[in-house]
């Protein structure tokens, strides 16, 4: 008998890649982070892929996501759906895209399509556009927006001007 072994080093290569593949895959998805044991924060998702072998690791969210903010006492400070969410460990920012809305305690409603949180600095921004209603209607809209994280505080950036003829 002779025997023969052909070792396909591309083909060794595609199967054995792990870095490409998720490492981690989880349905219906719930995290609660705590701080003196009562919920602060909770993030939910209905499908989560995390990517840990990546030189730049990543979580990606892309059946949609839900984060919730609370206080000390748990009343709700702010909240975010997205159709679609990315968070890239290293850097610890968060990409929310695709239907983004977030809502704070005073009643305002943020809509847009792309929406960045950034951990470190505890800053939430866009550069697409934004458009805030307010808890008595009345609305702004611009190119771009800078809050807190708890969108109490912010600036919508290069606003547009509405009712106005020239």
Request: proline share 3%.
């Amino acid at each position: 008998f002779l025997v023969s072994c052909k070792s396909d080093l591309e083909t060794v290569k595609a199967i054995s890649n792990f870095e490409n593949k998720p490492s981690e895959t989880m349905d219906n998805f719930r995290s609660v982070y705590t701080q003196g044991g009562k919920p602060r924060m909770i993030v939910s998702a209905p499908y989560v892929q995390r990517y840990s072998l990546k030189k730049e690791p990543f979580s990606e969210f892309n059946k949609g996501i839900k984060a919730e903010s609370f206080t000390e006492a748990g009343a709700l400070v702010a909240s975010i759906t997205a159709n679609y969410a990315i968070y890239h460990e290293n850097q610890k920012l968060w990409e929310a895209r695709g239907n983004v809305v977030g809502k704070n305690s005073k009643g305002e409603t943020l809509y847009t399509e792309k929406l960045y949180w950034n951990e470190q600095t505890r800053r939430v921004s866009s550069d697409v556009f934004v458009k805030v209603v307010r808890a008595d209607g009345s609305t702004s809209t611009g190119e771009g927006i800078d809050a807190d994280e708890k969108f109490q505080d912010y600036n919508v950036k290069k606003p547009k001007m509405s009712g106005f003829s020239f």
